[in-house]
């Protein structure tokens, strides 16, 4: 997640001189900001201080990192943070006072309990661009249910 990459990405396109943080995981939020990176904007991937991301071990590997993980993070510059602590908290805080598109993807309400949800962060930072990408919405039956790309293709009729 850096290198050369972080180069090209971070120095054209219309998104340059924009900050994105990222707090997501497997596919549907890494691959969008994987897009903005592609435009020019730094990304910031804050991955948990446990394991990280799980797309890091989904599918063959090369030096411990998937293809599927390195495809969608190319780009990206990452840092590991526990959102649960008091420490962490004042981190992602830090990194949130100088960021202009925070996106997360996590279960609805989660953000909200860990003092992250979109009232509290637009509150500090009106101008901020909060996109939330949860895999059943903020209403309904399955809202605080945690999902990923297979089960809802199921559910959807996809698969």
């Not at 994105?20 to 995981?25: A, I, P, S, T, W």
């Not at 949860?134 to 959807?156: C, K, M, T």
Request: aromatic share 10%; charged share 20%.
């Amino acid at each position: 997640m850096n290198s050369d990459a972080n180069k090209i990405a971070h120095n054209e396109g219309p998104l340059s001189g924009m900050r994105v943080l990222e707090l997501g995981q497997m596919i549907a939020v890494p691959a969008a900001t994987h897009i903005l990176a592609g435009y020019g904007a730094e990304v910031i991937k804050v991955e948990d201080t446990g394991a990280g991301d799980g797309l890091r071990y989904f599918g063959s590997k090369k030096n411990g990192i998937s293809g599927w993980f390195a495809n969608a993070n190319w780009g990206k510059r990452s840092i590991a943070i526990d959102i649960k602590s008091e420490k962490g908290k004042e981190v992602l805080w830090s990194l949130l006072d100088t960021t202009d598109i925070f996106v997360e993807g996590y279960r609805f309400g989660v953000m909200d309990r860990l003092g992250f949800g979109y009232d509290t962060v637009k509150a500090r930072h009106p101008k901020i661009i909060y996109c939330a990408s949860s895999g059943f919405g903020p209403e309904g039956p399955y809202a605080d249910r945690p999902v990923y790309d297979p089960l809802i293709q199921g559910l959807s009729g996809w698969a």
